[in-house]
């Protein structure tokens, strides 16, 4: 496996507080990637990098910010969780553009928002 | 925006039998096809991949193809095992990845 880890693996909260899920990457890729895994809707697309202080909204962005100070770590934040936002969220990376390099998964996080 | 179609959802098969799974896309500048495996409680891992550029690709069981015209690809698996059984995904990417829905291969001795 690509040198990738999150944390944390699994998360409990409550409606309407705050989170953060990290993503830290050995690899020095320049891209990173927040994704969300739920049943009947495959691996949807939150927001990417393209470098450092360079992010872009994915295809369901909304109640998510992210941060990326350094190459190696890519922050996923939820600002008032909420519990629509129950889901497995995957992060990866790739050296290039995903149309011309291959993505690597980490192990995942999931998340409960009671 | 792209939009993959997989199917099917579901597919089980017999040991040593051949699977097929198919994808459709819908955005003709996708140049990058890749298909992953994921297992129970475990991360996607990439399997094969296909570029535009290219019709067919094979890797010891696992081949893709890809028609562009039709727009469509798929991922076919020969003399199926037991540890195939899992879901796979196909993707396009325009640059980014968009992934079908999955489908969840259960291979049965």
């Known amino acids: 496996d690509a040198g990738i880890t999150q944390s944390p693996r699994h998360k409990v909260t409550e409606t309407g507080t705050p989170v953060t899920l990290r993503c830290h990457q050995t690899?020095?890729?320049?891209?990173m990637y927040w994704y969300r895994q739920d049943p009947g809707h495959g691996l949807r697309l939150i927001h990417y990098?393209?470098?450092?202080?360079?992010?872009d909204k994915g295809e369901v962005s909304d109640g998510y910010s992210v941060s990326r100070s350094k190459t190696e770590d890519f922050l996923l934040t939820l600002e008032s969780a909420t519990s629509s936002q129950t889901s497995v969220y995957f992060c990866?990376?790739?050296?290039?553009?995903?149309?011309?390099?291959?993505?690597?998964f980490g192990p995942g996080t999931r998340l409960t928002v009671l | 925006g792209e939009n993959v179609e997989q199917h099917p959802s579901t597919l089980s098969v017999q040991e040593g039998d051949s699977a097929v799974i198919k994808c459709t896309y819908s955005?003709?500048?996708?140049?990058?096809f890749p298909w992953y495996k994921q297992e129970l409680g475990k991360r996607p891992q990439l399997i094969i991949d296909?570029?535009?550029?290219?019709g067919e690709k094979k890797d010891q069981r696992i081949a893709v193809t890809l028609n562009k015209t039709a727009k469509h690809f798929s991922l076919h698996i020969t003399e199926t095992q037991p540890e195939d059984s899992a879901v796979y995904f196909c993707?396009?990417?325009?640059?980014?990845?968009?992934f079908g829905k999955g489908t969840s291969l259960l291979v049965t001795p």
């Open positions: 296909i570029r535009s550029n290219v």
């Open positions: 690899e020095n890729h320049r891209y």
């Open positions: 993707a396009a990417s325009r640059p980014s990845l968009n």
């Open positions: 955005d003709s500048a996708s140049n990058y």
């Open positions: 990098s393209y470098g450092v202080k360079d992010t």
């Open positions: 990866a990376i790739s050296e290039g553009t995903s149309g011309s390099y291959e993505q690597f």
